[in-house]
């Protein structure tokens, strides 16, 4: 079991910034990918960012490349969700997955409970 806690979100204006984190637990964290992805109210749960297990490889929504980046530490056993220039359009739900491979679609095996993203404009 990898057990995840997001942390981070909150209320900011559009254009500003925000880092969400994701502390993992349970089996070795480098073991494991990671993924980011976010809810809407009334929308199905979206891809947004995924990490490879060593950090070297990562994966952007269209709707956040180049806004956007993750990051982890393998050491600290944490993941990041780094995002800049936030539009009221990403307000949503944030959600960290982790899986034994980088996936971009909503198949990871272990979640995190989300952690609310709003932007106003």
């Known amino acids: 079991q990898v057990q995840l806690v997001e942390s981070g979100g909150g209320l900011v204006q559009a254009g500003n910034s925000l880092r969400l984190s994701c502390a993992a637990s349970?089996?070795?964290?480098?073991?494991?990918?990671m993924g980011w992805f976010r809810q809407a109210p009334g929308k199905e749960r979206e891809f947004v960012a995924a990490?490879?297990?060593?950090?070297?490889?990562?994966y952007y929504a269209d709707s956040v490349k180049g806004r956007f980046t993750a990051s982890r530490d393998n050491a600290k056993n944490m993941g990041y969700l780094q995002m800049n220039s936030l539009k009221p359009e990403d307000t949503a739900v944030y959600y960290c997955?982790?899986?034994?491979?980088?996936?971009?679609?909503?198949?990871?095996?272990?979640w995190g409970q989300g952690t609310q993203v709003t932007v106003s404009s």
């Open positions: 990490i490879s297990k060593t950090g070297g490889a990562t």
């Open positions: 349970g089996r070795t964290f480098s073991n494991y990918a």
């Open positions: 997955a982790a899986h034994i491979v980088v996936l971009i679609e909503d198949a990871y095996r272990y």
